[in-house]
């Protein structure tokens, strides 16, 4: 059931709540799509979508969601039977890594569990016992949705050039972008992939894929590349329409353009990250009272390596579905399942759910989603610690 009153807050990790103002600016005629505004929009929509994933390279667009990201990367620079070292703290790299195996790629996992952040040393470990560099790249995601883990991009960078491996460094910046500090030349990633509606606040429907030089020597040594994936045209048209590789994504550039002048608003993307990590603080602060005392858990334990856009709890089966059910019938606040926690258990991860904080959330709608937890907690007699909204409104207050 839905409430028709009031305005429902689907406060899950993505797609994350679409601004008016985005809506309004997709909401028109269609355009001329080989003259005109829309073409003329492209150079300094690029130029604002390259300072958001804070690089001077390159980026091409798809009309894809995140998983298209991961092929058309993947398809630049990886070929069958190429082998790639992929880093997993959740569900979204095993995802990654599923689909670089499905695209007939050697996969070498190193698995770090699901609370607790890649360890760069045994990056580094891995890759020396690599001394014929046959692995190709590194995949990373910056942070899992699933379990709301952020990584350290720069530790691991560091780990590759202390081995002294030219692996490339390919990062999911898919929930991060936009929300939490991501700083692609500065921290040394290759590649990075980002989609269009998450921290960006546009409907799903547009990926990225970031590339250095160095990725696109790379790309220019394959023997055979995907004809739509292929990044060199859409990164380097001579018409507009090899942006896209046919047709353009027409209102989602108009949705894209008005983000981005969101974004530049609110003062560039520093600004946002401040926001989203105020934000988050406030967030971690009600669930540590209520932590307290019961059965609620975050994730993640370190606050450093807890991403700004998503927080994962832990509950109990069934506490988890119960609360998400609860919430979202009484208080009109939908709250995100708990992704890739199933176990024996808990077949269905009944025990977890997950609070998205990402793009368009300011702090009315982060106490409307606290209050709406804390009620939910007191309605279906789930113990908790006391004082969560007080702590919250004390973060949000110390502006
Ligand atoms: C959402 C997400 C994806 C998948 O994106 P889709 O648009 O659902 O295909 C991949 N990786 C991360 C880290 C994500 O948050």
Redesign the pocket.
């Given at each position: 059931m839905t409430l028709c009153f009031g305005r429902p807050y689907v406060a899950i990790?993505?797609p994350s709540v679409i601004p008016d103002r985005v809506l309004r600016a997709m909401h028109r005629p269609g355009p001329n799509i080989y003259e005109g505004e829309l073409v003329e929009m492209m150079p300094a929509l690029i130029g604002d979508l390259k300072a958001v994933a804070r690089t001077r390279h390159n980026v091409a667009i798809y009309i894809?969601?995140?998983?298209?990201?991961?092929e058309a990367a993947l398809s630049n620079v990886i070929g069958p039977g190429d082998t790639v070292l992929s880093l997993c703290t959740g569900r979204?790299g095993h995802?990654?890594t599923e689909m670089a195996e499905a695209l007939g790629v050697h996969v070498q996992i190193e698995d770090f569990g699901m609370r607790t952040p890649v360890d760069p040393n045994r990056v580094e470990t891995a890759l020396r016992a690599d001394p014929d560099h046959r692995i190709r790249a590194v995949l990373l995601?910056?942070?899992?949705?699933s379990t709301s883990i952020k990584n350290d991009v720069a530790e691991v960078r560091a780990a590759m050039d202390a081995a002294g491996h030219p692996a490339l460094l390919m990062v999911?910046?898919?929930?991060?972008i936009g929300c939490d500090q991501f700083e692609m030349d500065g921290w040394g990633a290759d590649v990075a992939?980002a989609?269009s509606?998450?921290g960006l606040m546009v409907p799903?429907g547009m990926?990225f894929v970031f590339f250095s030089d160095k990725a696109a020597q790379v790309r220019k040594g394959m023997t055979r590349v995907s004809r739509y994936w292929d990044w060199s045209d859409r990164a380097d048209p001579e018409l507009f329409y090899q942006y896209f590789g046919g047709t353009a994504p027409t209102h989602h550039l108009y949705g894209l353009r008005e983000a981005l002048d969101m974004i530049a608003e609110e003062g560039g993307i520093e600004a946002v990250w401040a926001r989203h990590s105020h934000l988050a603080r406030a967030i971690w602060a009600a669930f540590d009272c209520w932590a307290a005392s019961g059965p609620l858990e975050m994730n993640v334990k370190d606050p450093a390596h807890r991403s700004c856009a998503?927080t994962s709890l832990r509950i109990g089966a069934p506490h988890g579905t119960a609360l998400r059910r609860w919430t979202e019938e009484k208080t009109g606040v939908t709250l995100g399942i708990g992704l890739g926690m199933q176990s024996d258990d808990d077949p269905n991860a009944d025990g977890f759910f997950r609070l998205g904080h990402m793009g368009h959330v300011n702090a009315p709608m982060v106490m409307g989603a606290l209050s709406s937890i804390q009620s939910g907690l007191m309605a279906l007699n789930i113990a908790h610690g006391a004082g969560a909204l007080e702590a919250a409104a004390q973060v949000i207050s110390e502006a």
């Amino acid at each position: 059931m839905t409430l028709c009153f009031g305005r429902p807050y689907v406060a899950i990790p993505g797609p994350s709540v679409i601004p008016d103002r985005v809506l309004r600016a997709m909401h028109r005629p269609g355009p001329n799509i080989y003259e005109g505004e829309l073409v003329e929009m492209m150079p300094a929509l690029i130029g604002d979508l390259k300072a958001v994933a804070r690089t001077r390279h390159n980026v091409a667009i798809y009309i894809a969601n995140g998983h298209g990201a991961w092929e058309a990367a993947l398809s630049n620079v990886i070929g069958p039977g190429d082998t790639v070292l992929s880093l997993c703290t959740g569900r979204f790299g095993h995802g990654w890594t599923e689909m670089a195996e499905a695209l007939g790629v050697h996969v070498q996992i190193e698995d770090f569990g699901m609370r607790t952040p890649v360890d760069p040393n045994r990056v580094e470990t891995a890759l020396r016992a690599d001394p014929d560099h046959r692995i190709r790249a590194v995949l990373l995601t910056h942070v899992d949705t699933s379990t709301s883990i952020k990584n350290d991009v720069a530790e691991v960078r560091a780990a590759m050039d202390a081995a002294g491996h030219p692996a490339l460094l390919m990062v999911d910046c898919i929930a991060s972008i936009g929300c939490d500090q991501f700083e692609m030349d500065g921290w040394g990633a290759d590649v990075a992939v980002a989609a269009s509606q998450k921290g960006l606040m546009v409907p799903p429907g547009m990926a990225f894929v970031f590339f250095s030089d160095k990725a696109a020597q790379v790309r220019k040594g394959m023997t055979r590349v995907s004809r739509y994936w292929d990044w060199s045209d859409r990164a380097d048209p001579e018409l507009f329409y090899q942006y896209f590789g046919g047709t353009a994504p027409t209102h989602h550039l108009y949705g894209l353009r008005e983000a981005l002048d969101m974004i530049a608003e609110e003062g560039g993307i520093e600004a946002v990250w401040a926001r989203h990590s105020h934000l988050a603080r406030a967030i971690w602060a009600a669930f540590d009272c209520w932590a307290a005392s019961g059965p609620l858990e975050m994730n993640v334990k370190d606050p450093a390596h807890r991403s700004c856009a998503v927080t994962s709890l832990r509950i109990g089966a069934p506490h988890g579905t119960a609360l998400r059910r609860w919430t979202e019938e009484k208080t009109g606040v939908t709250l995100g399942i708990g992704l890739g926690m199933q176990s024996d258990d808990d077949p269905n991860a009944d025990g977890f759910f997950r609070l998205g904080h990402m793009g368009h959330v300011n702090a009315p709608m982060v106490m409307g989603a606290l209050s709406s937890i804390q009620s939910g907690l007191m309605a279906l007699n789930i113990a908790h610690g006391a004082g969560a909204l007080e702590a919250a409104a004390q973060v949000i207050s110390e502006a």
